[in-house]
């Protein structure tokens, strides 16, 4: 478990009570920089929530998050077992998603990209056998889903072997024929995951960044050869791997930069897709708060400016139409030329991207791969159809 810096710990008096709960404690606790534990009575859980999420590029923010832990929480049950809503997100990115379940036991991350709010706080549910007995009726709910991504509210790997989380996951999913766990991260703390029994039923998907933002912007985080590294060593223990340019940052000299990161993927695995989704979520103002101006492409950044009045509260921006679809284009290009038989996609792609790459990527948005699709595992024909173009 990677060590983390806290301002203060609060334990859940209930955590003590479960055998299963106080193990864990017990062995993250001596992972955390922080001599202040506290009893979670004089604080609530939903106090610590309201600390909020302030994007990390327009402060310092470093040392003093707020760790809690609890055994579950009953009152958010739907959280644990998350309902992607594919409406909600097209409404909030005004591009294209798929309803899914995603499973989730931790609120927060231990990194500090720029551009995300998470870490502030980091809220642990200790009894994941409890998820994993939830899962038999979430499967029955959803017979046609067989990709679960796990999860996209944390990065686990850097709270195992202690935390625990990922391994009885794994074993449960690997009794499973047709469904399949996927893992996200940005961590190359994987040693704990190499010889768990997964049967081939565990995806690993790393968020991707060119070397440049890898090291600048995904502060704290694994740098793209640490996460390119650990994409290999899974795929020799038997995990299919993939990955997702999450964000896709345009950089100063982006098409060089980019360039690297397929050929050194490709050099050093065989990821069963690609999936793309340039830097969001925010409007221009912020942009330039987070990221400073000489770090990205003059292009991109005078295409965001002059489109920044109509962006404006669109999760699409802040970069315009043009550059989504430069840098795709590129991307999938490359990928093309340096591994033809790897799909590519793109992420929230709104109706204009899909306009003008759907064929390129050989999908189209009523039917396409997708790194947390809901379908979007191994017999799915698109994967065979992009290998035979």
Known sequence: MLDIPARAIY????????????????????????????????????????????????????????????????????????????????????????????????????????????????????????????????????????????????????????????????????????????????SDNVDSLLNLPHRGRTIISWSLSSDTPSRLVDRRAASMGQRIDAMRRCQAAGYTVRARLSPIVPVRNWRAEYRELFERLFAAASPDLVTLELLGWFGYADLLRLLPADLLDPGALAGAEAAKERLAGQGCGPFDEATHQEIYRFCIETVRELSPRTPVSVCHGTAATWDALGEAMGMAPGNYLCNCGPTSTPGNPLFERSAGR
Not at 148 to 156: A, I, R
């Open 11 to 186: 334990v859940d008096p209930a955590v003590y009570e479960q055998d299963n709960c106080r193990r864990r404690l017990a062995a993250m606790l001596p992972h955390f920089r922080c001599d202040d534990i506290r009893q979670l009575r004089d604080i609530t859980l939903d106090d610590i929530r309201a600390i909020g999420n302030r994007r990390h590029g327009k402060d310092e923010f470093g040392d003093d998050a707020i760790i809690a832990f609890t055994t579950w929480e009953t009152q958010r049950e739907s959280w644990y077992y998350f309902s992607r809503d594919a409406a909600s997100e097209a409404a909030a990115t005004k591009g294209h998603c798929q309803s899914a379940i995603s499973l989730n036991l931790v609120q927060g991350c231990p990194f500090r990209c720029s551009y995300c709010g998470f870490g502030r706080f980091i809220l642990f549910a200790l009894d994941v056998e409890r998820l994993v007995a939830g899962l038999d009726a979430v499967f029955a709910a959803h017979p046609a889903q067989t990709l679960y991504k796990y999860s996209n509210m944390t990065d686990l790997p850097p709270f195992e072997p202690e935390y625990d989380a990922i391994p009885p996951l794994v074993r449960r999913f690997a009794r499973e024929d047709n469904r399949y766990l996927m893992l996200f991260t940005k």
